[in-house]
T-cell receptor, first 113, second 117 residues
Framework: SQKIEQNSEALNIQEGKTATLTCNYTNYSPAYLQWYRQDPGRGPVFLLLIRENEKEKRKERLKVTFDTTLKQSLFHITASQPADSATYLCALDMNTAGNKLTFGGGTRVLVKP | EAGVAQSPRYKIIEKRQSVAFWCNPISGHATLYWYQQILGQGPKLLIQFQNNGVVDDSQLPKDRFSAERLKGVDSTLKIQPAKLEDSAVYLC???????????????FGSGTRLTVV
């Protein structure tokens, strides 16, 4: 069965450093991968999308890579700020029809000033 | 534009009782999703609607959960009877259509936190 794994341990990082989160998946070859941010008591908020034919995508201080050979995506937050503290979720479309987004368990990031 | 509205924000019920959640998606969004998020886990898809028709309900526990989307706009999710393991946040999300959701992500509401005691 398909599986999406994110590091369940919280990532504690000093302000100004780069946070790197990992998303690994098995038994599937998704056409694209999405990253979301979730704050306590709120729903996930869409951040970035990367397609299988894209190696890297950037948006402001965020960078996502997608290695379909390793079946892995890396999510980087550069020059991290305390306001970046949240849980970050990766999500894959496990259905070729493009209508069944499956989420990983998320990684909590805590940026300390 | 207004976001996805959900109510209530919190609900506490006893096991074996029934409960209903309401969702109003972004205006014009044809695709609506209900997700269940248990504490410490990622959201899990329960059901997807395209307009007022069900596209995927393969992970909906149909013996106790039901959902409808009348007139292709608002949606309600019901649990009857509730079990302790149903304690979770129930999230509603919408997108213009499945392709838009794939390309631009889903818009989620803030969810309803259900506690079954």
């Amino acid at each position: 069965s398909q599986k999406i794994e994110q590091n369940s341990e919280a990532l504690n990082i000093q302000e100004g450093k780069t946070a790197t989160l990992t998303c690994n998946y098995t038994n599937y070859s998704p056409a694209y991968l999405q990253w979301y941010r979730q704050d306590p008591g709120r729903g996930p908020v869409f951040l970035l999308l990367i397609r299988e034919n894209e190696k890297e995508k950037r948006k402001e201080r965020l960078k996502v890579t997608f290695d379909t050979t390793l079946k892995q995506s890396l999510f980087h937050i550069t020059a991290s700020q305390p306001a970046d503290s949240a849980t970050y979720l990766c999500a894959l479309d496990m259905n070729t029809a493009g209508n069944k987004l499956t989420f990983g368990g998320g990684t909590r990031v805590l940026v300390k000033p | 534009e207004a976001g996805v509205a959900q109510s209530p924000r919190y609900k506490i019920i006893e096991k074996r009782q029934s409960v209903a959640f309401w969702c109003n998606p972004i205006s014009g969004h044809a695709t609506l999703y209900w997700y269940q998020q248990i504490l410490g886990q990622g959201p899990k898809l329960l059901i997807q609607f395209q307009n007022n028709g069900v596209v995927d309900d393969s992970q909906l526990p149909k013996d106790r959960f039901s959902a409808e989307r009348l007139k292709g706009v608002d949606s309600t999710l019901k649990i009857q009877p509730a079990k302790l393991e149903d304690s979770a946040v129930y999230l509603c999300a919408s997108s213009l259509d499945p392709t838009a959701g794939r390309d631009y992500g889903y818009t989620f509401g803030s969810g309803t936190r259900l506690t079954v005691v």
